[in-house]
């Protein structure tokens, strides 16, 4: 059965642009269905307020993450910044986790199953240093590698693996970037030694590219460092049909490995073209509460809300950008009411 005491949680939303209140409306509406409290106290990101407040606008963001622990962000337009690199700063971000699975009920050139988790780090790779001209006709850049972050996305990883009953694939260039690279695999393997049940092994990235395409179910958890997670996350939801329908979580951990600070966010744009239009799809933020949800322990409530959403998606019970007819409000509505529905046979 489902939990019917009324845990409560206190998460920081952080608002953005173009379609964050809408996505927030679902978010409140389902919140108010589920079988736990949620306490939300609410930060605008939105671009004209970051340009009015400037730094004192992410100094109380973070402060209140870091005090609460929990976040839950919407998308925000970089104009001067990118608030989510600002936030993966301070924050002291040290993993993004992206999961990718294909959903039923959405179109797509693939025609394999895929069920994947990436595991990026969050920071260094060739993402730290935009690097210098010398001269007129060359350029260089320095690429980072820090054991620190290398062992806390490994760590993630092999944890989430032994949960699943599944493996982890480590991947890299470690062949050519054997000092940079070559750390980060050499971290992976002394994590891997305290998971001795987790089944583990290592693919250049070029060769797990081709390979997740050719065959998708040899591919369960991925560990990688920061910019290889970024190409493989964009082309993992590429192959199941949209990069806007996916939510993603960014965390920090104290020096024991302890998580700190857990941020979920939906994938995509803030889609400014339809915002206020009662047109935008909630799907990945509704996933993004969901891994909250599980995050916190309130794992049936996770799952039962992600059911939901795949029956609804399958049904085509669902907003226009994926085959159905529902406005956002309708099929907010539709997946409050199979929640509650589920709820109450529990």
Same mark, same amino acid.
């Given at each position: 059965?489902?939990?019917?005491?009324?845990? &409560?949680?206190?998460?920081?939303?952080?608002?953005?642009? /173009?379609?964050?209140?809408?996505?927030?409306?679902?978010?409140?509406?389902?919140?108010?269905?589920?079988?736990?409290?949620?306490?939300?106290?609410?930060?605008?990101?939105?671009?004209?307020?970051?340009?009015?407040?400037?730094?004192?606008?992410?100094?109380?963001?973070?402060?209140?993450?870091?005090?609460?622990?929990?976040?839950?962000?919407?998308?925000?337009?970089? &104009?001067?910044?990118?608030?989510?690199?600002?936030?993966?700063?301070? @924050?002291?971000?040290?993993?993004?986790?992206? $999961?990718?699975?294909?959903? $039923?009920?959405?179109?797509?050139?693939?025609?394999?199953?895929?069920?994947?988790?990436?595991?990026?780090?969050?920071?260094?790779?060739?993402?730290?240093?935009?690097? *210098?001209?010398?001269?007129?006709?060359?350029?260089?850049?320095?690429?980072?590698?820090?054991?620190?972050?290398?062992?806390?996305?490994?760590?993630?990883?092999?944890?989430?693996?032994?949960?699943?009953?599944?493996?982890?694939?480590?991947?890299?260039?470690?062949?050519?970037?054997?000092?940079? +690279?070559?750390?980060?695999? #050499?971290?992976? +393997?002394?994590?891997?030694?305290?998971?001795? =049940?987790? $089944?583990?092994?290592?693919?250049?990235?070029?060769?797990?590219?081709?390979?997740?395409?050719?065959?998708?179910?040899?591919?369960?958890?991925?560990?990688?460092?920061? #910019?290889?997670?970024?190409?493989?996350?964009?082309?993992? @939801? /590429?192959?199941?049909?949209?990069?806007?329908?996916?939510?993603?979580?960014?965390?920090?951990?104290?020096?024991?490995?302890?998580?700190?600070? !857990?941020?979920?966010? $939906?994938?995509? /744009?803030?889609?400014?073209?339809?915002?206020?239009?009662?047109?935008?799809?909630?799907?990945?933020?509704?996933?993004?509460?969901?891994?909250?949800?599980?995050?916190? =322990?309130?794992?049936?409530?996770?799952?039962?809300? *992600?059911?939901?959403?795949?029956?609804?998606?399958?049904?085509? @019970?669902?907003?226009?950008?994926?085959?159905?007819?529902?406005?956002?409000? !309708?099929?907010? !509505? #539709?997946?409050?009411?199979?929640?509650?529905?589920?709820?109450? *046979?529990?």
């Amino acid at each position: 059965m489902l939990a019917t005491a009324m845990n &409560t949680y206190h998460v920081v939303e952080l608002l953005g642009d /173009g379609i964050s209140a809408e996505l927030s409306r679902s978010v409140h509406a389902l919140a108010a269905a589920l079988p736990c409290r949620l306490e939300f106290t609410q930060v605008d990101l939105s671009e004209p307020n970051r340009r009015a407040r400037g730094a004192a606008l992410y100094d109380e963001a973070v402060a209140l993450l870091k005090r609460h622990g929990l976040g839950l962000k919407y998308p925000t337009a970089t &104009t001067a910044e990118s608030p989510n690199q600002v936030l993966r700063d301070l @924050c002291d971000f040290a993993l993004i986790h992206r $999961p990718v699975a294909t959903l $039923p009920g959405i179109e797509n050139n693939f025609k394999k199953t895929i069920d994947i988790d990436v595991v990026r780090i969050a920071t260094g790779g060739t993402y730290e240093d935009a690097g *210098r001209r010398i001269g007129s006709e060359c350029a260089v850049s320095v690429r980072v590698i820090e054991r620190r972050t290398s062992a806390h996305a490994a760590r993630f990883a092999f944890q989430l693996a032994a949960r699943q009953g599944r493996g982890v694939v480590s991947t890299s260039k470690w062949t050519i970037q054997k000092a940079t +690279d070559g750390l980060f695999e #050499e971290v992976v +393997d002394e994590v891997r030694a305290q998971f001795p =049940g987790v $089944p583990h092994r290592r693919e250049l990235f070029d060769s797990l590219l081709a390979g997740l395409i050719m065959k998708p179910e040899r591919y369960a958890v991925i560990v990688c460092p920061n #910019e290889y997670g970024d190409f493989l996350s964009d082309q993992a @939801c /590429g192959l199941i049909g949209s990069i806007g329908l996916g939510d993603s979580a960014s965390y920090a951990f104290d020096e024991t490995g302890r998580v700190t600070v !857990a941020l979920f966010d $939906p994938a995509g /744009g803030t889609a400014p073209d339809i915002a206020g239009k009662d047109l935008c799809n909630p799907t990945a933020a509704l996933l993004a509460l969901g891994n909250l949800l599980r995050h916190t =322990g309130e794992t049936q409530a996770a799952q039962g809300l *992600r059911a939901v959403l795949l029956q609804c998606l399958a049904e085509r @019970c669902s907003t226009r950008d994926v085959g159905g007819t529902l406005g956002t409000s !309708a099929f907010t !509505a #539709e997946v409050v009411r199979r929640f509650q529905a589920l709820l109450a *046979r529990a």
